[in-house]
């Protein structure tokens, strides 16, 4: 019998070392189809990137009536402001053929004086009800991608990067207040313009008017080079300094490190190497948009020779009077011009239109986990039974790894639980599903008999205090960081929270006491003090549920005593989870559970677990080895 399975085992074998064999082969045939692929996917994801846009009309859905009321009388200056300009030209022309008549020449002089204040109101008040209209809608549309943002629940987090979504919240939303402020006026003006010039021009003189727009499109592309280009090297040339602003926000922000290494004179070079890229970026903008400008005005006389040229052929022969040739010459060159002006200002407008696409999409995202609604039990009190049932879950960002399988636990009120396992082995996670950050696939988790899918979300939260391991502060004053618990508290109440932390000692031998400016994300602290700070911060709320999430796991041996000290006093009347790796910190729980691949394993006292030399024992043996 054992030979024959010692021949079926090396049978099986030799099968598996065949699969493997023809596995690699197929792997790196696929790997080579795959590198060649790679140039044709990163071409289709840039077109696919470049599609999506809202609609014209939606990029102004956050105009209120009074933008809707500046936005029509911006449109109607831009409509005047732009018209004025070719019948300027028309009063030049006829003015040329009265120059006999002095009386004449006066009436159009008033004309002149007439359109020049209607253009120096039209402009202003163009520029003036774009802008503003523009700045009230960036207003409204930042307060409101903020508050969308803080809306989400955790799981949107994972897969959404946060310097993504502060680029969103600046150059995104920048791009739109620029696509739909006076540059939309400009578009509209220069639009205007066109249409208006060469309605005259027509009228005017149709055969002079078909010569000029037969070089029209030259003219027009000159003036569109030159705008895309000036456009262009512009976006590359603040690129450059964008870079070199970074490489001093970077060593600014690490400040400590580069005087530790004496980076000094290296971070000084790699600023002068960046600030030489911009130079050399905007001696190329410089050059190529004079090249461009030349290129332009060269057209443009150009195409006054030729209809200087067919105008006076015109006027020799009796059809067309000398004003009416430069009221046909100007109208029309000026229009294709302006027409051709309009190239940065559509790109402003689709840049603004595909921003607001990426930005809309996150406001009108509706979060699974919503911590503004409304609804939702809100119980008149809580005791703190917890119990998770048969509870099966994934994580959005990695829905192939099984964090938590068929786990099921249950903690009675004013109960200390500590949850112990190696790395990944679902702890962490447990408390988040408390917490409401995320639901499960399958399974329950219930609060006092409550589904915590049927509380409201903010209540829910509102009864749970959260001491996590890595102690986050605000650059702020202690006071306020401890405040951010509860907002309505006295400095009576404060202080006795940071009592009860074992923290008021230290703050009161600091120089402004409660008035301590904590720093940056905390740093004029240390973390001993940092993790007193946050729990006060917890113990502020009077929660019937406390959650230490590895909270001095971060500390050194004598700051972890004090910090330990102010987590037993303040778990004291209140349902405790604890999740720590440091096992000595635990062993006076009432109950310690065991974790090993997302599923409870052992459960008991500190002596009742290493009674039993399983897997708790294990992890005690092999901390207590390390620890020597």
């Known amino acids: 019998m054992s030979r024959k399975r010692r021949t079926h085992e090396m049978s099986m074998n030799q099968k598996v070392v065949k699969k493997q064999s023809k596995n690699r082969i197929f792997n790196s045939r696929t790997r080579d189809n795959s590198d060649k692929d790679v140039g044709k996917k990163k071409k289709e994801k840039k077109k696919k990137e470049t599609i999506p846009m809202v609609g014209p009309v939606a990029l102004f859905r956050f105009a209120d009536g009074l933008d809707i009321t500046l936005l029509v009388l911006g449109t ?47 402009a202003y008040m163009q520029v003036a009800f774009w802008t503003l209209a523009a700045g009230r809608q960036a207003k409204c549309l930042r307060k409101l991608f903020f508050h969308h943002i803080m809306r989400q629940d955790i799981g949107w987090f994972d897969v959404n990067e946060t310097g993504e979504l502060n680029t969103r919240l600046t150059d995104d939303v920048y791009k739109i207040q620029e696509g739909i402020g006076d540059k939309m006026g400009m578009l509209i003006q220069s639009l205007a313009t066109f249409f208006v010039s060469f309605i005259i021009g027509f009228a005017k003189g149709w055969k002079l008017t078909l010569v000029i727009l037969a070089i029209s499109p030259l003219l027009g592309l000159s003036a569109a080079l030159f705008s895309t280009v000036l456009t262009s090297f512009t976006s590359k040339e603040q690129t450059a300094y964008a870079k070199a602003g970074a490489v001093a926000e970077e060593v600014l922000s690490a400040i400590r490190t580069v005087f530790a290494f004496n980076g000094q004179d290296k971070e000084i070079k790699r600023y002068h190497k960046n600030l030489e890229d911009a130079k050399a970026m905007g001696i190329k903008k410089a050059v190529s948009s004079n090249i461009a400008m030349g290129f332009s005005f060269l057209v443009i006389y150009l195409s006054y020779a030729l209809a200087f040229w067919y ?31 309009t190239s940065p200002n559509f790109q402003a407008f689709a840049s603004a239109r595909g921003a607001a696409h990426k930005v809309y999409n996150i406001i009108d995202n509706t979060p699974s986990i919503d911590s503004y609604s409304e609804t939702g039990l809100t119980p008149d009190s809580i005791k703190g039974d917890i119990e998770f049932k048969n509870i099966h879950f994934n994580y959005p960002s990695r829905t192939d790894v099984k964090v938590l399988n068929n786990m099921s636990l249950s903690v009675k009120t004013g109960q200390t639980i500590a949850l112990v396992g190696s790395s990944g082995c679902g702890k962490s996670t447990t408390i988040q599903l408390l917490l409401r950050f995320y639901d499960p696939q399958e399974g329950s988790v219930h609060l006092d008999g409550h589904d915590v899918r049927t509380l409201n979300v903010r209540y829910l939260r509102e009864k749970i205090g959260v001491v996590s391991q890595e102690p986050i502060l605000f650059a702020t004053t202690i006071t306020e960081n401890i405040r951010y618990g509860r907002p309505d508290v006295t400095q009576r109440e404060i202080e006795q929270a940071t009592k009860e932390a074992n923290a008021y000692d230290f703050i009161m031998s600091l120089p402004d006491k409660y008035n301590t400016q904590a720093g940056d994300k905390g740093t004029q602290l240390s973390g001993g003090q940092k993790q007193r700070i946050t729990i006060a911060r917890a113990i502020l709320r009077n929660p019937k549920v406390l959650l230490l999430d590895e909270a001095t796991s971060a500390l050194d041996t004598e700051s972890e005593k004090v910090v330990q000290e102010a987590l037993d006093q303040a778990s004291q009347g209140r349902t405790c989870i604890v999740v720590a790796h440091r096992l000595s910190t635990i062993q006076n729980a009432d109950r310690i559970v065991v974790f090993q691949d997302g599923v409870v394993v052992e459960q008991g006292t500190h002596q009742q677990l290493l009674a039993q030399k399983g897997f708790y024992h294990t992890l005690v043996t092999k901390q207590m080895g390390h620890n020597k």
Not at 86 to 110: C, E, H, N
Not at 112 to 121: C, E, P, T
Not at 313 to 329: F, K, N, P, R, W
């Open 76 to 122: 109607l200056m831009s409509i005047v402001n732009g018209t004025v300009l070719p019948l300027m030209f028309v009063v030049f022309g006829d003015m040329t053929d009265s120059f006999v008549a002095s009386q004449v020449i006066s009436d159009y002089a008033i004309n002149y004086s007439i359109m020049g204040a209607i253009v120096l109101v039209a």
């Open 311 to 341: 105008g006076s052929t015109l006027v020799l022969s009796g059809e067309y009077s000398i004003g009416s040739v430069l009221i046909v010459l100007f109208t029309v060159l000026i229009g294709a011009f302006s027409l051709g002006q």
